[in-house]
C-alpha cells in the first residue's frame, strides 16, 4: 500500500489546515489509519488514529477539541481537520496504515503496529 500525505504547509497561530492521506489501493477499508508527527529533534509521536469504518476515532490529549480525524473509504482517503494551531504542533505530520485492531486507545498509539508510513508532510505554525 503506498501513502500520499498533503495539505501541510505555512499558518499563524489560531489558524487551520486540512491533511490528506490517500491510499493506492482499494483495500483501505482493511485498514485503521493513524496519523503522527515528528517535530525537529524529537521521536515521531501519536497524534490521532481512526478505526477501519471509521466509526472509532482515538486522539491524544494536546490536541483534543482542536483536531479531527475522519475518512471517505470511498475515496481511499483519511483526513485530518486541524484547528486553532499552536507553535507547538509545528512537525512533519505522517499518515500510517496498520491491518491489526484492538479496543485498547494505547495500542494504536506505538508505531510498530503501522504497516505502511506516507512520506510526511510538514506544517509550521508561526507565533
Known amino acids: 500500500v503506498q501513502l500520499q500525505a498533503s495539505g501541510g504547509g505555512w499558518v499563524q497561530t489560531g489558524g487551520s489546515l486540512r491533511l490528506s492521506c490517500t491510499a493506492s489501493?482499494?483495500?483501505?477499508?482493511?485498514?485503521?489509519m493513524a496519523w503522527f508527527r515528528q517535530g525537529s529533534g524529537w521521536e515521531r509521536e501519536f497524534v490521532a488514529a481512526?478505526?477501519?469504518?471509521?466509526?472509532?476515532?482515538w486522539d491524544t490529549n494536546s490536541v483534543k477539541g482542536r483536531f479531527t480525524i475522519s475518512r471517505d473509504n470511498a475515496k481511499n482517503t483519511v483526513y485530518l481537520q486541524m484547528n486553532n494551531l499552536k507553535p507547538e504542533d509545528t512537525a512533519v505530520y505522517y499518515c500510517g496504515a496498520a491491518r491489526a485492531t484492538s479496543d485498547y486507545y494505547g495500542y494504536y498509539c506505538e508505531s510498530k503496529i503501522y504497516e505502511y508510513w506516507g512520506q510526511g508532510t510538514q506544517v509550521t505554525v508561526s507565533s
Open positions: 489501493e482499494h483495500t483501505f477499508g482493511d485498514y485503521n
Open positions: 481512526i478505526s477501519r469504518g471509521g466509526g472509532r476515532t
